[in-house]
């Protein structure tokens, strides 16, 4: 079978082997956005509803405007995309995508974005972002809505594992299902083993994508490090992992309907 990352055209060849290869590569996507936000400060203007003169902050108006802009060519066509404000896009100017259906329909609209968005603003980013205010407000914006979309799709790809391990395994789920036992969900989605590796490995990158290096003193930067790796490991480990599994969860509660 194709162990091929699943992306919009691929979607019929999906195995599990395919769908932890591309979370694995999403991994680095998410690390790299956190190294551009973090050349920046935290940049506070930029989240306040009374400074930028349009209805709620000039990062919500940025990422609403780019959604809308996106809506209209056909980004959240793909079951892979999950807009932040899904209430505010706009109908498509482009013919619709014939896109493979692979997910169960109740499970589609599962969206867990405003937990994202909470997490990322009011937990995340005071973890990696000094204070202070360089009035690169737009350019700052811009890496907040990156870090969002990659951390939206790679929780929300808790969509495709729950289907590929219900479809390999469905005598295993169907009883919890049935009976609406999310605990016992959990427990069958849960291998803490596998997500101790995880928490390991992204670390790991954080530490080799994000080192500091100098040609002239090459000992001098040893051990500086463009984002604390400690810190990605803690955010997979507290919020990414726990969040994906809530979203298999929700998906496999729907999946007999």
Known sequence: MSKKPISSDSCLNMTLDSVRESLIGQEDTIIFCLIER????????????????????????????????????????SPEENPFFPENLPPLIVPPYNIPQVLHPSG?????????????????????????????????????????QALSR????????????????????????RAQDRATLMSLLTFENVEEMVKQRVEKKAMV???????????????KYKVDPS???????????PLTKLVQVEYLLRRLD
């Not at 994508?209 to 051990?223: C, H, M, R, T």
């Not at 810190?231 to 992992?241: K, R």
């Open 108 to 148: 589609i609209s599962i969206n867990i974005n405003k937990t994202i968005w909470d997490m990322y603003f009011n937990q995340l980013l005071p973890l990696f972002v000094r204070e202070g205010n360089d009035g690169n407000y737009v350019p700052t914006a811009t890496c907040d809505l990156h870090c969002l």
């Open 38 to 77: 973090a050349k920046y400060p935290i940049n506070s203007p930029l989240y306040d509803e009374s400074v930028a003169g349009v209805p709620g902050s000039l990062l919500e108006y940025i990422v609403k405007e780019t959604e809308a802009l996106h809506a209209k060519v056909g980004r959240y066509e």
């Open 231 to 241: 810190m990605v490991s803690c955010l997979y480990g507290e919020w990414v992992m």
């Open 154 to 177: 790679r929780i929300h790809y808790g969509k495709f594992v729950a289907e590929i391990k219900f479809m390999d395994a469905p005598e295993d789920y169907s009883p919890a299902i």
């Open 209 to 223: 994508f994000g080192q500091e290096v100098s040609l002239n003193d090459p000992d001098n930067k040893k051990g």
